[in-house]
Nanobody, 126 residues
Framework: QVQLVESGGGSVQAGGSLRLSCVAS????????MGWFRRAAGKAREGVAS????????TYSDSVKGRFTISRDNAENTLFLQMNSLKPEDTAMYYC???????????????????WGQGTQVTVSS
């Protein structure tokens, strides 16, 4: 049974930090490109960051570049998102997702991702 389980969300003040984790099971994690996505209330889901199977490639949305860092531990089947200098506009439900093989040419598009987690809520207050 495939599972992606996110954790680490919470409520912080602007300027604070959070570290999200996503533990994968039920599939060969190291064979998959991984991504973080988010959906704010009333808005469409957007790609935040992606990372290649061997961590050699990463992609970030312009809105988080320089503040967020994606990483992965293939030995522990875990994906991370370090979020620093958080802003109120980062408030959203955050999801991890897995896409078989190399990351697609548009890695921050949610089209084609095979597996999704249930999400973890991040709330940033001003």
């Amino acid at each position: 049974q495939v599972q992606l389980v996110e954790s680490g969300g919470g409520s912080v003040q602007a300027g604070g930090s959070l570290r999200l984790s996503c533990v994968a099971s039920g599939f060969t994690y190291s064979w998959y490109c991984m991504g973080w996505f988010r959906r704010a209330a009333g808005k469409a889901r957007e790609g935040v960051a992606s990372i290649g199977r061997d961590s050699s490639t990463t992609t970030y949305s312009d809105s988080v570049k320089g503040r967020f860092t994606i990483s992965r531990d293939n030995a522990e089947n875990t994906l991370f998102l370090q979020m620093n200098s958080l802003k109120p506009e980062d408030t959203a439900m955050y999801y991890c997702a897995a896409d078989y093989g190399d990351c697609p040419s548009a890695p921050l598009s949610d089209y084609g991702y095979d597996y999704w987690g249930q999400g973890t809520q991040v709330t940033v207050s001003s």
